[in-house]
């Protein structure tokens, strides 16, 4: 049982300690950040107050290094399984391996279910994400599993554009239901969708195949929930602008910008993509002109606050 619904602590591993010193900040509560590593890079776990009866919140996005970061998450939740917490969250606000969340082909593994699992192993009794690819992930594991859509956190910063003869797009059909929503919230003219057909054998390659919608001198918002190589996200706006868009912005939650993604930005016609600081960010991204960060600390801090003492997580959010 755990003592008191607002003595809660805080964890973070190295994922993006930036982050969930925001969200501490916000919540106006300590932070323990025990992550260190031996010489030959083993991962340890040292340094954390005492847990006994008491909700521990993991912070830790598993991002790039994905798999150092799920090794932290792991750790950290078995540590506080073993200090005997009351409860364990383990916040992900950018969960990896959640692309692979089905068979597509033969012998292949369903590594989000893999992973879920592990952490459900570890010793975790709630999961909670920001935008987690597919919804359906779920219902990989036994345990509660909440999450909020990057929507929250991105908004304002659209709404702060004034954006009018606006239409939203999706880069693929998969994302209908979140362009709808945008669509609705922000007022838009229409919705546009992008077809592309991807080729499960090759990694980050697409091709788009046609559109629905009409975006002939409308000002553009392409909408999706992350950006990695960019290959979709360029490829949709060029496509877009060749059909006659006025101008073309993006918004995404988690902004992974890997390989040559900000190259590809640069030479795009793309003016803008709006990110969450999901994921901790080089220089060369906060640096760059045509992306603006916003911080999802305010909402994963009221997440945390309402899981603690019990409130829902699906009511009174302001967009």
Not at 32 to 49: C, L
Not at 136 to 157: R, T
Not at 160 to 188: C, M, W
Not at 283 to 298: F, G, L, Q, R
Request: charged share 25%; hydrophobic share 40%; with cysteine.
């Amino acid at each position: 049982m755990i003592s008191d619904s607002t003595d809660y602590i805080l964890l973070t591993g190295s994922a993006n300690p930036k982050l969930a010193r925001s969200i501490a900040k916000v919540l106006k509560k300590p932070l323990s950040e025990p992550i260190s590593t031996f010489a030959d890079g083993e991962i340890r776990v040292k340094g954390i107050p005492v847990l006994r009866n008491k909700h521990v919140f993991v912070i830790q996005p598993t991002a790039p290094p994905v798999n150092n970061s799920i090794m932290e998450l792991i750790f950290m939740i078995d540590a506080a399984k073993r200090s005997s917490a009351g409860e364990i969250t383990a916040i992900i606000p950018y969960f990896g391996y959640s692309r692979q969340d089905r068979k597509e082909g033969p012998r292949v593994p369903i590594s989000a279910s893999v992973v879920s699992k592990i952490i459900e192993n570890a010793g975790a009794d709630r999961i909670f994400s920001l935008d987690i690819h597919t919804e359906q992930a779920e219902g990989f594991v036994s345990i509660p599993w909440d999450n909020l859509y990057g929507s929250y956190s991105l908004l304002p910063a659209i709404r702060s554009e004034h954006l009018t003869n606006l239409v939203i797009a999706s880069p693929d059909k998969g994302g209908v239901p979140r362009a709808t929503g945008y669509g609705r919230i922000l007022g838009a003219d229409g919705i546009a969708i992008v077809y592309k057909e991807r080729d499960v054998n090759m990694k980050n390659i697409s091709k788009i195949l046609t559109m629905i919608g009409d975006v002939k001198n409308k000002n553009v918002l392409l909408v999706d929930d992350m950006i990695d190589t960019a290959g979709t996200i360029v490829n949709a706006a060029n496509f877009l602008k060749e059909k006659g868009a006025k101008s073309i912005k993006a918004a995404a939650t988690h902004g992974l910008f890997s390989a040559d993604a900000i190259q590809k930005i640069n030479e795009s016609c793309i003016e803008e993509i709006i990110v969450t600081d999901s994921v901790m960010q080089r220089d060369e991204i906060i640096k760059n002109k045509k992306i603006t960060i916003v911080s999802a600390a305010p909402l994963l801090a009221e997440a945390i606050k309402r899981i603690s003492i019990g409130k829902s997580l699906g009511t009174g959010l302001i967009l």
